[in-house]
């Protein structure tokens, strides 16, 4: 993609209204553009991130059995007044009353309508375990939308629900989850801890936030530092491992602030290993058993004749989050570098030709290097505006793309001028540069 | 994926509430899912073939050099007042009030807001021409939802939108998305016509629907048998190319009722080649000039130091619609035989063995032909029920899925009975079979 031809609105300073980088930073490559407070419309730019978080998702979830389904955005109130929490949610769930003067709502979460879908479609447990997963936009009207799309109303979230016999088997399907999320978070090469959580609205008594660091975010934790050291290796689909994954986590107090003990924390954990810091949920799972399916009268046969209601657990990540999150952890404000894990990077390379009026040489240099990289599927993003060199780097620092081609005045056919984003550059074949991107790919 | 481990509730009868056979078939299969009046939820089946159209829908925008974006679904009503769209819009228009009181609404369509965002980020000539899509749940409020997805309240669209600096150069944008069309609809296996059509409530003065012939379309068409006859082979993306295109369309009288002039279409069309039949509207293109520039002052810098407001088209694909559309198009409901165009077919094969309780070897004949299947990148659908085989074979024929391996008692380790919906089985090796698909599957 030639820049001339793209749209990628980039301003030339900091937007005053954003206060944390993620959303400076977002405003000012032409990621997003608010419509309204809270409403962002998704730019060419921060659209590609973040659907390919959408695909990492995706894949993680269909790894562990997870099958995908696609429920609407508005719902009836009448199944809301079956589980109870119609009145409940309070004035953060959009109500809407149609023109027929129905009660309906944009969905905040969707634990009823899955529990609807569930009840009307499987009746025996030997239809057990199932695990249904969603990726939709989600409406919640926050009193105060802030900090761009990290706390907004309209939002891109993957929300899957595990439908089992028994707790013994619920709780394996929450440990899949478990594992899943530490995979993918991997994937978008973040650290995420599991803590252990409220379950707020949602309920139920076994909850994990997921949480990465950042001074910017609006969870306070007390950890263990020694968790971060903690991971999935090795960790496979079954019972036992599973519950291993889980111990080797929770033998190091880790929590959010509503779960936090000040006795049991210093208690557990001794001076030199205590972290109080602060963090960003991208992902928050529950178990809650019953909680639904009991009063919207969800149940299956069991193998001895009776019936009973089926155990539930959700799962929730913040797709369009993780887009800020991974800024937040990524970006270097003071230099005005970005650097996009390649699995989520926009483009694979970035292209910089010092473009002279009267000289198109570098130009067909930058298109013969982007001819070769395309057949060996690398996407380039080509700067062929005729700016000059400095602002040129300044752009495509702040844009991310890991991988540089800068092609200056003295064409040399064999070497090519290639850095990676906070390494030095280095004068190197093409086709090394296409060994070293391809590489870096196949990792994830 | 195995049939006793997935999510596909299916129906013993066609439910009575369906009154077109798309919807009786999208129910019976358990592709969809009501949730309450003209809403519904995609379950695995049906979200497995609109994610393949939404695909084919976006690589052929990427290929005439649209760039997608992601507008949100809940708008301000602001814009919608500067345009003056917003008494006009009427009842269809779902109208929210937000926490803050704040008059919003659920987009039926993005004029406005694709304006409002190219206004504040391209200035000049030089930027343009820009092609931007979105594909985004869009909702309007029918009185009277009705056929299932076919006329539904909330439904998945891609919207496209051109912004050119003179006529002639919008008129090139135009042709390119007529082009689009066309080979969108020809790689979903429909004979797709462009027919002149009203503008409605989009406005601007050319407009063409994109129709496919059902005896239970909404459209009532009048057309000259002989336009069935055009295709697009051979034309490229260049101004002459496009208009010699259209040329060879419009050549052949073809409307939609509101464009009907009795006195023209007998004129114009000997009695032998006049069809006058009802169609499914799958596409629709607009051009609409300064409709909405001019009123939210959209405008960009001429060459000649001037400026202009710019010149902007619609075009819309209704994504989950064409689910309803193929399935009209292909299912015969008298036999009971859908057949699903690879392109889109929710598995590319299935797979169905006679299980018996006591003999596992159909079984597991049937999962080593699936791993052998997947090495190549073909997925299949296993039905390892018990259920007898008159009955699975009737269920696969509803599903749809155009090839079918059927493993009966006698197991014959070179030979396996392959059958394509609609001929005849025939007894082949594994390595043909995958030899076929590919190729069918390589065509798209």
């Given amino acids: 993609m030639y820049i001339s031809e793209s749209f990628i609105p980039i301003l030339k300073n900091n937007p005053s209204e954003a206060k944390i980088k993620s959303h400076q930073l977002m405003l000012r490559v032409g990621m997003i553009k608010q419509s309204s407070s809270g409403i962002y419309s998704w730019l060419p730019l921060g659209l590609k991130v973040m ?10 979830q269909n790894k562990i059995g997870a099958q995908e389904i696609l429920m609407p955005t508005i719902q009836s109130s009448e199944i809301w007044k079956e589980s109870g929490r119609y009145e409940d949610y309070g004035e953060e769930m959009l109500r809407i009353k149609d023109r027929q003067n129905r009660e309906m709502l944009y969905g905040p979460t969707n634990e009823e309508l899955v529990t609807d879908i569930f009840r009307s479609s ?205 800024i937040e952890a990524k970006y270097n404000e003071t230099e005005e570098i970005m650097k996009w894990p390649i699995s989520v990077s926009p483009y694979d390379i970035s292209i910089i030709p010092i473009v002279n009026k009267n000289d198109k040489s570098t130009l067909e240099k930058a298109k013969r290097i982007n001819t070769e990289l395309e057949k060996n599927n690398i996407e380039s993003l080509i700067d062929d505006t005729d700016e000059n060199f400095s602002s040129k780097i300044k752009k495509m620092n702040l844009i991310g793309i890991p991988f540089q081609i800068i092609i200056g005045k003295q064409i040399d056919d064999d070497f090519i001028e290639f850095k990676e984003l906070g390494k030095n550059s280095k004068k190197v074949k093409l086709s090394e540069i296409i060994k070293i991107i391809k590489k870096q790919k196949e990792k994830n």
Same sequence: chains 1, 2.
């Fill in 51 to 60: 659907k390919k978080i959408e695909q990492i998702v995706r894949e993680e």
């Fill in 122 to 326: 499987v009746k025996s447990y030997k239809s057990l375990p199932q695990l249904l997963y969603h990726i939709q936009w989600k409406f919640r009207d926050e009193i105060r939308p802030r900090f761009g799309i990290m706390r907004c109303r309209e939002f891109f979230m993957k929300d899957a629900y595990s439908f089992d016999i028994n707790d013994e088997e619920a709780l394996f399907s929450y440990n899949k989850f478990f594992l899943s999320y530490l995979k993918t978070f991997k994937r978008l090469d973040l650290v995420a801890i599991p803590m252990a959580a409220d379950t707020g609205p949602i309920g139920g008594n076994l909850s994990h936030e997921f949480i990465i660091l950042a001074d910017t975010g609006e969870s306070k934790i007390y950890t263990d530092k020694r968790i971060f050291e903690v991971n999935s290796d090795g960790s496979k689909l079954d019972k036992k491992s599973l519950n291993n994954l889980r111990n080797k986590f929770e033998k190091f107090y880790s929590v959010t602030d509503e779960k936090f003990n000040k006795e049991e924390f210093e208690k557990k954990v001794i001076k030199e290993n205590r972290l109080i810091t602060k963090g960003i949920e991208v992902g928050h799972i529950f178990y809650f058993g019953d909680k639904y399916s009991k009063p919207m009268n969800c149940s299956v046969d069991l193998p001895e004749g009776k019936k009973d209601f089926v155990k539930m657990g959700s799962y929730g990540i913040g797709v369009s989050r993780l887009v800020g999150a991974i």
